[in-house]
């Protein structure tokens, strides 16, 4: 499948060197956008074409496009990092480039290339590398590449066009006032996915599932809604929009794959990294009456949840209708802050990155 080119149009009008430095003295999480943005289209018989970076713009969508209507959507998201050279570089955009096309696929959309998808990510960043924050610190660009069905219709079926976008959006510490545990709440009364279904996909409609349990969670007193398995309730699955950890003194676990959560990168990596360290790390089945059981008893010392946003987040006390119990005094873990702070150092350039994690702009 040939790649298409694609057609550097710039703004003329940018945001001024002040306006933009003022924005990441404080960024936040999603609250910015970069002046730019890359778009192809993929059109049935035709294949992927226009591929064009612009100015960041609105989109002008008919009431009939078929997205609004059916869901067919999809996305990722990756981060941007200042080396100590002030070169940059980007998280294992292969590897999400994989994933988005397992997403495409389980949606009936079309893939997109490896290489464009990067391709697209590469010239977005390439292009507003001045939002980049710069070294020393935990900030980085967050990459949104995300794509859906453009077709105008009524007609439950697979649309036969679509729209593939990437934006970016700098990204402040997800803790600026330090990592602090969270608190999760066990959700016994809803299911985020089920097998057979789209839980393994990165999806809008698998968020929007999420959203009543969330509040629930909220309504508990707590930050995360951990899922559970959607048959009996009591296997583990993962943490709101996070996959989850358990650290058995030298060994950690993460839940299995069982096509209903989400292969995270993250997650991936850390079960690498974790054997770099020295840790036994592995893939198991961890249900509600262990993970109380063992943290009563001692032998689970640790619990953290990972992810892009926030890299990896401790969990300091569990709530369910069944009681609540507190993980590691509610305090950070020694593990917990070793494979934290091992993953930033490589993403950040501070440490040899041994598994050619980091993809370097040319």
Not at 61 to 68: G, K, Q, V
Not at 125 to 152: C, I, T
Not at 170 to 186: D, I, N, R
Not at 310 to 331: D, L, R
Request: with cysteine.
């Amino acid at each position: 499948m040939t790649t298409p080119s694609i057609e550097l149009k710039p703004s003329s009008t940018p945001l001024s060197d002040a306006e933009r430095e003022a924005i990441l003295a404080n960024p936040g999480f999603g609250r910015h956008f970069t002046d730019h943005m890359v778009t192809i289209k993929w059109t049935e018989g035709r294949g992927w074409h226009d591929a064009q970076l612009t100015p960041y713009a609105q989109l002008s969508i008919d009431p009939a496009n078929m997205t609004l209507h059916y869901a067919q959507e999809i996305f990722e998201g990756l981060k941007a990092y200042r080396r100590p050279d002030g070169s940059v570089a980007t998280f294992r955009p292969d590897a999400n480039a994989r994933r988005f096309q397992l997403s495409a696929r389980r949606l009936a959309m079309p893939e997109l290339p490896v290489e464009t998808f990067i391709a697209a990510c590469d010239a977005l960043v390439q292009q507003d590398k001045a939002w980049v924050p710069e070294h020393g610190g935990e900030g980085s660009l967050y990459l949104r590449p995300f794509m859906f069905a453009n077709e105008v219709g009524l007609g439950v079926r697979p649309a036969n066009e679509y729209l593939f976008i990437v934006i970016a959006s700098p990204a402040g510490p997800y803790f600026p006032g330090g990592v602090k545990p969270v608190s999760v709440w066990l959700s016994e009364n809803y299911v985020r996915a089920v097998p057979g279904g789209m839980g393994f996909a990165k999806t809008g409609g698998n968020y929007a599932a999420s959203l009543l349990a969330q509040a629930e969670a909220a309504a508990k007193g707590c930050d995360q809604v951990v899922w559970l398995d959607a048959l009996e309730h009591r296997t583990v699955e993962e943490m709101g929009g996070m996959n989850l950890y358990f650290v058995y003194g030298d060994r950690i676990v993460t839940p299995e794959l069982t096509g209903s959560l989400l292969a995270g990168i993250t997650r991936d990596s850390l079960l690498t990294l974790a054997r770099d360290l020295g840790y036994e790390s592995e893939e198991g089945t961890i249900t509600t009456d262990q993970w109380k059981r063992d943290t009563e008893n001692g032998t689970l010392t640790e619990v953290f949840a990972c992810g892009t946003a926030a890299a990896i987040t401790p969990v300091g006390t569990v709530k369910s209708t069944g009681g609540e119990w507190t993980q590691s005094n509610g305090e950070p873990g020694k593990v917990t802050m070793e494979l934290r702070r091992a993953l930033l150092d490589i993403q950040t350039g501070t440490a040899e990155d041994r598994h050619g994690w980091m993809h370097e702009l040319g």
